[in-house]
């Protein structure tokens, strides 16, 4: 049976909440209602078939979907999210979770969801973040939306930005930030993992004593042991001293573990039994040392992924995945693309002691839709260089050009005319994408899901580029 709530907007948009826990289900409608004024009507449901049933008769523009209410639609639940994006035709499709199962929330953005959001919701939080998503995936005019405005904190510890992934982000590093449990921070190379392991150790308690940070990816495997529990004078050749390790240096502080995915497995098993008793020993040493640190870390790959390829103890994993954060890769917050450009414009123009007038409509248009794989580093990069290359005014579509060295493939010599001249046409890159996508899904009579599985990308990427696409042609 389902159930709907009204808005008192005149304005188009329909929005679909799965969930079977009633009394939350109407909580969420009453808080989204108030929030989503672009919104004539919310409809709940209280599980995937009724959801699927409906999806089948009516075009809906959002689905809410918690996803432990989907389990009469597909035993896994990311089959189930995988359903409902085949039905949902181009609806933008979130993820709803208790925040505890980090492979359902990786399930269901990889077959199709949109985003994914932890519990409990937030009316406004909420109604930002499908702002952003209808912006960034073509659907703003649809939903008669407009851009989400930059309300809150626009910096904090370091962080630039204001769009409700990122409040979500301040929100937790305050809350977490006090206790001396464990955190666990993932997300893509670029978003900031170390930033935010400093931003925990300078708003928690520890923040008088050191924090000593340690990569795991870039320490030699023999030599890891000792850099993290220090080493006893004689152990080896070369131990001509005592040497403590980043374990004994950050005691009474903050133990930051980057890259823990790379960590030798023989290692993993003493950095566990040092979680559990707090005492360590230095190589070579036969006693053993009480040590009181707190310890983050952070990896940029899939942690269940690491588990399933026995690459990462499961014992460890939950031992340090008391307090998670996940920062969120800068695609998924397109409203702070052009804050960060600014802030790194004004930064480096005065490091270089030049004077420049912002970017041109074209330039940020052309920054905002762009994917950034390398995140805010990649951002802050491009930005630097264009700073040192040019020498001031606004910044235009030719100095862009020049200074995305990633967008060309990297610097390359020039070939002789001949060669050029022999060499047959080359399409665009956008157009040879459109072409492999297009044939696929003629291939499969027309099916994106289909089409998105045999291409190893989620449906939701096939929307957005054909929505691109589309804006191209019109344009053009």
């Known amino acids: ?62 689905i809410l979907a918690d996803l432990g209410s989907l389990g009469d639609l597909a035993e896994r639940s990311e089959d189930a999210v995988g359903r409902l994006v085949r039905l949902a035709r181009g609806a933008l499709v979130v993820a709803v979770s208790d925040g505890t199962s980090v492979s359902a929330a990786v399930g269901a953005m990889r077959a199709g969801a949109h985003d994914y959001v932890a519990k409990p919701i937030n009316g406004p939080a909420m109604a930002a973040r499908i702002s952003e998503l209808a912006l960034r995936h073509g659907k703003d005019r649809t939903l008669g939306m407009e851009a989400p405005s930059a309300a809150g ?95 004994e240096l950050a005691d009474g502080g903050t133990l930051f573990l980057d890259e823990i995915g790379e960590m030798d497995l023989s290692l993993q098993s003493k950095l566990l039994r040092f ?46 995945h008391v307090l998670p954060i996940h920062l969120p890769p800068l695609r998924q917050r397109p409203t702070d693309i052009m804050v960060l450009a600014r802030h790194f414009l004004a930064h480096y123009a005065a490091e270089e002691n030049k004077r420049f007038a912002g970017y041109s409509p074209e330039v940020a248009s052309q920054l905002s839709a762009a994917e950034w794989p390398g995140n805010v580093r990649q951002l802050q990069n491009l930005v630097r260089r264009l700073v040192v290359m040019f020498d001031g005014g606004e910044v235009t579509r030719p100095m862009l050009s020049q200074a995305d060295i990633e967008a060309q493939g990297g610097v390359r010599p020039a070939e002789p005319e001949a060669s050029r001249t022999r060499r047959p046409a080359i399409l665009p890159m956008w157009q040879q994408e459109q072409r492999i996508i297009e044939d696929a899904i003629a291939s499969f009579g027309g099916n994106v899901s289909l089409a998105a599985a045999a291409l190893e990308i989620s449906p939701s990427t096939i929307y957005r580029k054909r929505q691109g696409w589309a804006d191209l042609a019109a344009t053009g």
Do not use: W
């Open 153 to 247: 904190l626009s910096d904090f510890a370091g962080f630039i930005g204001a769009s409700s992934a990122m409040q979500f982000v301040y929100e937790q590093i305050g809350r977490i930030a006090p206790s001396s449990a464990p955190v666990f921070i993932t997300g893509e190379s670029g978003t900031g993992k170390e930033l935010c392991a400093e931003a925990l150790h300078a708003k928690g308690h520890r923040a008088g004593k050191r924090l000593v940070a340690i990569n795991c990816a870039a320490i030699p495997r023999d030599l890891m042991e000792s850099e993290l529990f220090g080493v006893a004078r004689g152990a080896f050749t070369g131990a001509h001293e005592d040497r403590k390790g980043a374990a």
């Open 1 to 62: 049976m389902a159930m709907q709530a009204h808005s008192n907007s005149a304005a188009s948009g329909q929005l679909l909440l799965i969930d079977q826990n009633d009394s939350h289900a109407r909580l969420v409608a009453e808080t989204l209602s108030q929030s989503l004024d672009q919104l004539t009507q919310i409809t709940v449901v209280a599980g995937g078939r009724p959801a699927a049933e409906l999806l089948r008769d009516l075009p809906y523009d959002i």
């Open 275 to 320: 979680l559990q008793t707090g005492m360590l020993s230095r190589v070579g040493e036969a006693g053993v040392r009480r040590v009181d640190v707190r310890v983050i870390c952070a990896t940029n790959r899939n942690p269940m992924q690491l588990i399933a390829d026995k690459k990462f103890r499961e014992d460890l994993f939950y031992r340090l």
